[in-house]
């Protein structure tokens, strides 16, 4: 079974607006990671946030973690049509040598 | 440097026909997995080696699958038979830590199956 859940399934906006992805989980983990997937591509990291951390920064993206929510927040601003791809939010739990567990993935199109 | 590498990209065959998937990791490497992604799904653990030993195999259908990384370095998945349920891409990653999951992963472009 995965472990996250992104929201929005599916995002449609213009070029230079924000988009926003939520992804939920459901145990505690040591960190979660953001990754990106072009039609028919392989995933590409993102960037990466630990569970003692709150918010993290990386060129456009913003990444925003609440562990007593179970939650986490990737911001993109001022999107380029290049950024439409599915995003995949993945987990890694507390235990010992687990590897990561995905979302379904939100799907993000940006129109020029 | 070099990516993780896959081969084939795309691979047809008939249901009950054997079929095998090839990766070569990022050089130095020592955690190597392999996903499972449906359409419209996120990846799916199917195996994760350190080194040359399968450290978790838990979600591998051992009766028709089957790996080996068997010097630690590129790795061999194996489906026999194969069955229409199992079309999907079939994606390799790579990470430095032996940690297996504490560090960023690195994918492959992946091979894409279709069962017919």
């Known amino acids: 079974s995965q472990q996250g859940e992104e929201d929005p399934q599916a995002l449609s906006i213009q070029e230079g607006e924000n988009a926003t992805m939520n992804c939920s989980y459901k145990t505690s983990i040591n960190n979660l990671q953001w990754y990106r997937q072009n039609s028919g591509r392989g995933l590409v990291h993102l960037i990466l946030i630990r569970s003692n951390e709150r918010e993290k920064h990386s060129g456009r993206l913003r990444v925003t973690l609440d562990t007593s929510k179970k939650s986490s927040s990737l911001l993109i601003t001022a999107s380029r049509a290049a950024d439409t791809a599915s995003y995949f939010c993945?987990?890694?739990?507390?235990?010992?040598?687990?590897?990561?567990?995905f979302g379904k993935g939100t799907t993000l199109s940006v129109s020029s | 440097e070099a990516g993780v590498v896959q081969s084939p990209r795309y691979k047809i065959i008939e249901k009950k026909q054997p079929v095998a998937f090839w990766c070569n990791p990022i050089s130095g490497h020592n955690t190597l997995y392999w996903y499972l992604q449906n359409l419209g799904q996120g990846p799916e653990l199917l195996i994760r080696?350190?080194?040359?030993?399968?450290?978790?195999d838990s979600q591998l259908p051992k009766d028709r699958f089957s790996a080996e990384r068997l010097k630690g370095v590129d790795s061999t998945l194996k489906i026999q038979p194969a069955e229409l349920g199992d079309s999907a891409v079939y994606l390799c990653?790579?990470?430095?830590?032996?940690?297996?999951?504490?560090?960023?992963?690195?994918f492959g472009p992946g091979t894409r199956l279709l069962v017919l």
């Open positions: 993945a987990t890694v739990f507390n235990q010992a040598g687990t590897a990561l567990i």
């Open positions: 990653a790579s990470s430095p830590s032996l940690a297996g999951g504490q560090e960023t992963q690195y």
């Open positions: 080696y350190e080194n040359e030993e399968a450290v978790d």
